[in-house]
């Protein structure tokens, strides 16, 4: 299948448009976590948040979050956005095929 | 068998691997040599960025600089990590689809200009090796300490194996090679963690254990650590002394020059297709928060050791580590108040500190300092040794490939052969490699700060170009011309301002709303984004085939093999 996205199909290309609104949907949920943790949680409010340890174990909650929690959630969001992403490839038709 | 009988051992062993796979993985085309025939798989890949991205500094510096910054070691640990959420979800995969083999390559052909992709190559260039010669210090400083030999000899032998197997093998002797060395540097890295977790919190996984209860005394560790450090007139360890906005600008800076690294982005050209690029990016912070989630325990244990250790002990009777290090000038005692005992005090103190610890030895030191097995020792030396030879390889393909094929295929002589071009990509290697020993015999500085500013170079010239590009097909080459000299240049003027012209006034004082020079690549950052969009508003529209060029690398299907565009 040829796919020519400008050849002037305006199916194609409305298409196209509404695949990249969703993507741009998922990043920008996604991007707001990652600030929230790392800017947010890790920076921005560390001391008020100092005030609590994580339970059962000595960390601060701010120290935590800035020196562990957000990097855990770092690896979580880029698994979350792979799958978002090819499932929404798949929904649109603009997958590349192949298994894995 | 002593220390050093191990160390050569060990060192030796991985060498001779090195030099085996990049053998067995020669480039015969430039396409191997640029990109390794974009079929490497996804994992191989992903650990392949994370050696590529682990320096020396991440390797030796970090976990001692943590160690001395409590919680303002914050800033590393999350800025060279939360990069990679942004390469994953706004760079990676459009830079596939795009499908080029180097980074100019995207500039040149979405600003349709010459022009942007010199001063791309220049930016490249620049940031490069700004960031190569804090490698070569780190290969010194393991070969002057590990295997008594003097430093420059050390850096003569790192040159020689570096030289073979990327001239010889290009990208695609630099990937297998990573792999390798992956595999060696975070072995290197987690038994002497795991040891001293065991030892000292009574918990096989540092990630836990250095949340847990101190075995001999049974309070908390972190808890511990500030009674000791309130006691000796240091900072609270979890809380710091940067300032909030400081800590905020740094990390930014390290995070988005992590998405703007010319050798982290040019990894993902070498996976099969766009979905590879996106998963990949996934795996190589898996493989580099292996490592970066350790760090800040082994800086825990780390400070807590030395504090208890080396406090109020009589010089006579220092371990023999103390003394060995000493020799290296790393470590320096002088009995200022003559009582022949070491006070180890913070500047909160009424006393005098009377000794000095360079940070880079914290992480070499440490399995000695804990009285770990000889073995483990050496161990440590190659890890730190792959850590600094398969950064600065991935660093001198960028800059052998900004000369060969950016500026000589691309800009200069588009008549040039396949052979032609592939020699001249192995010569610009082997030159490059000369310039980087020559600052590895030459250091400037801390492993760790001179890395830093390579990142605010790359936040400030390469990133908002990059982004602009795919997001906004308004952005003309005029703005992003503009934007990426402007950034380089505030960002490069501010460093060089503060940290070589005049060290004295570098302090909080002086700074621009209290921004350090580490966190100055944020402004920078902000600045060419900023300039820009601007500019781009009030210059005529990008012609329509860059329209066309920046749907298509929106779309994952059609990515094909990494391929020349002729624009």
Redesign the interface.
Known sequence: MT?R??AGDPEVAAR?TE??RR?IRY?GI??AV?FLV??GF???L??PL?AFR?PG????LG??F???G???V??V???V??RL??GL?REF????G?TG | MTVQSWTFLLVAASFALYIGIAIWSRASTTKDFYVAGAGVSPLANGMATAADWMSAASFISMAGL?SFMG?D??VY??GW??G??LL???LA?YLRKFGAFTVPDFVGDRYYSQVARVVAVICAIFVSFTYVAGQMRGVGIVFGRFLEVDINTGVYIGMAIVFFYAVLGGMKGITYTQVAQYCVLIFAYLVPAIFLSILIAGNPIP??GF???DQGTGI????RLNGLHEELGFAAY??GTKS?LD??FI??AL?VGTAGLPHVIIRFYTVP???DA??S??YA??FI?LL??TA?AIAVFARTNLITSVSETPYSEVPEWFTQWEETGLLAFDDVNGDGRIQFVGPDSPITNELTVDRDIMVLANPEIAGLPDWVVGLVAAGGLAAALSTAAGLLLVVSSAVSHDLLKRTFMPKITEKGELLAARIAAGVAVMVAGYFGINPPGFVAQVVAFAFGLAAASFFPVIILGIFSKRTTREGAILGMITGVTITAAYIVYFALMNPELNNADNWWFGISPEGFGTVGMLVNFAITMVVSRFTPEPPVHVR?LV??I??????GEAHEISA
Do not use: K
């Open positions: 796919d996205p400008f196209h695949y990249w993507n990043m996604l991007l990652w790392s800017f890790g920076i921005l560390a001391e100092n994580v174990t000595g960390f601060p120290f935590w800035a020196q562990q957000s990097i855990y770092f690896v969001l880029i698994f956005y792979v992403m090819n490839d038709g603009v997958d590349e192949g | 943590i919680y070691g914050t640990l999350m990590t939360g990679y959420v994953a979800l706004c995969p990630q836990l949340g847990g209860l908390a560790l972190l808890e979890t809380s909030t800590v905020f990390t930014a995070m297709r766009v979905r996106r998963l990016v996934g912070l898996i928060a970066y989630t800040p066309v749907e298509g929106r779309i994952p299907r059609g990515a």
